[in-house]
């Protein structure tokens, strides 16, 4: 009798077991990943999450006094500073970024194929190695206050403009930002259909009705993603807010850190994470609601309208920007670098402050690029609800503001990681939780052109899903790992916030010593640094130009 019981609760527990592996290969639409693939993207995607999760929790246990006076005292003030400049960043550089990008891909404009590419170089310009060149040019003591006093201008009174103001922020951030909508649109405008325009011509509209009824509902889906990485840099800023002397949540957070106020810190950072949250809910919400599709079976090349006697004006206006934009911080770096050379400041200090970048950097994108590929590999490979998951846990730091990151840095290893808290290492991984999805986005470009199948013929021969990984899909994707490892090496080398909150003593980058030499005015010593940023920070421009 208790042999017959016995069996039958073995039967009962493999029925049980039976029905979880169908249950779980079901999850997988019948391709489970292997154990070692699984538990590599599942440890990876909860890391990229921690210093979020740590933050909030911090937050939340502030403590009632903190909130209080916070919410009575600075976060109105701090809403209002933080919110005003992104819309108003937002919306001009949306106007200038379109307004480009229909004059030279749309018209006749002279040197189009050439301003494709010039006008997309500030993008690679760090905004607060914009802000400095600025600050020489336009602030108190500028090239622009003794042109002014001891010309012509004089006789307007003396010189009075206020770079260290809203405006002088709003400037120069909308000068560094509106590329993320130039490249778009015009990455829009080239695949728009022909016959779109025509049918609306031959009802009777003009060149002018047909932009605002035909060409703008086409474009909303770039601007609403150019304008959602404006609105998300423009919150997430330090460098060039900080040096123009105008206080937003970042400055703040970083502010309150420094002072060692950590729960004013962490609250500040909730409602900054709130408002970032916001942002990105509101542009999926008005890309649910405006949904534009055009049909390619028929599809035309647009035409190149003639600009007849507004060809001067809008060149001029092309030339003005680029000039602004490009011209003017790279002439004003250039001539400080000359300096600066000539008064020895590229020393054996400077070269250690580049070494130290490519150091932390390069250890940024090697670990970049090792756990990009399970991460892609899970996702394209075994979609299900918990890859995807994953995916999204990936994208955490990528979507936050680097001062958050690195409060979230400092709150696990100070607290759990001695060993490695104060060591460029913490600096290195808060790269990883930063740029690890440019990464992921390079490889899984070219792991979409992979075919499966290549996976399945060399499972049918025993291989196991981690070892197919690296012996076929590596090989065949290395390009686009490379890709992104390389967007990441130049994005830690331009990160200044996060650099800033976790260096250890005497660890110097060239972002760091940019900042703080450029904020006293020490502008030989600042500009070499600021300019082998900028013309490191080239490289990725071809490979974006390329995708666009």
Partial sequence: MSNHHEESGVKSSLTVLQKLQRQWRHMWNGNPPGFVLLLIGTITGLLMSVPLVYVIVRSLSAGADSWARLI????????????????????????IGVSLAWIVIRTDVPGRKVWQWLLAIPLVIPPYVGAVTYIIVFGPSGWMRDIWNDGFLSVFGTYSLNVYSFWGVFFVMTMFTYPYVFLIASASLRKMNRNFEEVARSQGMTTSQVFWKVNLPLLRPAIGAGAILISLYVLSDFGAIAMMRYVTFTAAIYYQRAGFDIPSAAVLSLVLIVLTVIILWLEAF??????????????????ILKLGRWKPFAFLYVVLIFSLAVLMPIYVLVHWTIVGAGAGVIDAGFFEYALNSVQVSGLAALLCMVLALPLIYLKSRHPSVISSGIDKLSYTGYALPGVIVALGMVFVFNNHLPALYNTFYMIAIAFVVRFLPQA?????????????????AARSLGYPAWKVMLKVTLPSILPGILAGGALVFVSSIKELPATLMLRPPGFDTLAVRVYYEASEALY?????GALLIVLVSILPLHYLLKRY
């Fill in 72 to 95: 009575g005292g600075r976060i109105p003030g701090l809403l209002w500073n933080t919110l005003s400049l992104t819309v108003a960043v937002t919306v001009m550089a949306v106007i």
């Fill in 286 to 303: 008005s890309r649910r609601r405006n949904k534009f599709y055009q049909t390619s079976n028929t599809y035309r090349p647009p035409e």
């Fill in 440 to 456: 992921m986005q390079a490889g899984e470009a070219s792991l979409s052109l992979v075919s499966p199948r290549m996976d399945e």
């Fill in 524 to 528: 030989a010593q600042a500009a070499p």
